[in-house]
């Protein structure tokens, strides 16, 4: 099957709520420069603001965002 695509921000793993799938993809890219679809604050390397905006956004797409 196909994923759940979405325009949730937070949901890198596209199923459609934020959760372990897209902390597992932000853990998988820590420390990478030049930062992917998880440099959430475009600084240029997935790292701690990055998690900490996941974090505060868990379960986020289900909620519409």
Same mark, same amino acid.
């Given at each position: ?5 979405? !325009? ?7 199923? $459609?709520?934020? &959760? %372990?799938? =897209? #902390?597992?993809? +932000? *853990? @998988?890219? /820590?420390?990478?420069?030049? !930062? ?7 600084? $240029?390397?997935? &790292? %701690?603001? =990055? #998690?900490?905006? +996941? *974090? @505060?956004? /868990? ?7």
């Amino acid at each position: 099957p196909e994923p759940v695509t979405t !325009a949730c921000r937070w949901g890198l793993a596209r199923s $459609g709520v934020v &959760g %372990s799938g =897209d #902390l597992t993809i +932000l *853990l @998988a890219t /820590w420390g990478e420069s030049p !930062a992917g679809p998880a440099d959430f604050d475009c600084d $240029g390397i997935t &790292g %701690s603001s =990055d #998690l900490a905006e +996941l *974090l @505060a956004n /868990w379960n986020a797409c289900d909620r519409g965002r």
